[in-house]
């Protein structure tokens, strides 16, 4: 009997480690929710980036959905030139797990995405948030030459310096960036629930893609890009899902707690 309760222990103990029973499993969910409630070491987070949203909120919101404690510790830009020889590959966000350090913004979000049970393990599920947050990264690739132009154009005056990003910012406005937003708005189109990965719940690649937009629907034009490029007539079903990422409770609360920069 001591052997059997002991192994049921064991038992229980990698149960509740190993991932997600897959949703397909009926038996699962009770299951799910009774293991899920029990206590648990959790693990000490550290996450730093600047004091803005930028590539780090996706990753906070992930937290914060998941109700899972963590430091959010902001870096002034006027801090980051003493900061920066002492992060892991002189970029950020970094996250320090129990005093180990690591890098690389995706690989952080998923991190958090598995903590917070917002990313699947069902691979189709996972496949379909991969394939979104893919898309929206295309974005900031098109875009990067734009972030990039006072070194491109450098020795140049401000005034031609100026001329040139709005060249370049028209070209990706008007070619480049509509046949991305239109296959994410197709996704969410095509999503029964308006979750952009067509699961029943949110999932980092909604955090992930909503983040972009809003990045496109205000802040981008600092860079050079024009107004308007994404509104209801263009792209209703995307700013419909910003809202919905916005309504879920813990991260309206978040954002009422740490308003926009």
């Not at 870096?75 to 970029?91: H, N």
């Not at 990067?144 to 006072?150: A, E, N």
């Not at 197709?186 to 809003?214: F, K, M, N, Y």
Request: proline share 7%; hydrophobic share 45%; aromatic share 8%.
């Amino acid at each position: 009997m001591a052997r059997y309760i002991a192994s049921a222990g064991v038992g229980a103990v990698i149960g509740y480690c190993m991932p997600k029973i897959s949703t397909f499993t009926p038996a699962a969910k009770p299951v799910e929710d009774a293991l899920g409630s029990l206590p648990f070491p959790k693990p000490s987070l550290s996450l730093m980036y600047f004091d803005l949203t930028g590539r780090a909120e996706a990753i906070r919101q992930a937290f914060v959905l998941g109700g899972i404690p963590f430091e959010d510790k902001r870096v002034a830009f006027s801090d980051w030139a003493k900061v920066k020889p002492t992060t892991r590959s002189g970029q950020m966000p970094e996250i320090k797990i129990d005093g180990r350090v690591y890098s690389q913004s995706m690989a952080i979000l998923r991190y958090a995405g598995k903590l917070a049970r917002l990313y699947p393990t069902d691979p189709v599920d996972a496949l379909a948030v991969d394939e979104a947050i893919a898309i929206a990264n295309e974005m900031e690739s098109a875009v990067s030459i734009l972030f990039s132009m006072d070194l491109i154009c450098k020795g140049m005056s401000d005034k031609d310096k100026a001329k040139r990003k709005v060249v370049v910012g028209e070209a990706l406005a008007e070619d480049k960036l509509p046949p991305i937003f239109a296959r994410l708005e197709q996704l969410v189109r095509e999503s029964p629930s308006g979750w952009i990965a067509g699961t029943s719940g949110p999932t980092v690649a909604d955090l992930v893609v909503a983040g972009t937009v809003e990045f496109f629907s205000g802040p981008a034009v600092r860079y050079g890009l024009k107004e308007g490029l994404v509104t209801k007539a263009t792209y209703p079903g995307l700013l419909a899902l910003v809202d919905q990422v916005h309504a879920l409770p813990a991260v309206a609360k978040w954002d009422a707690d740490h308003p926009s920069k």
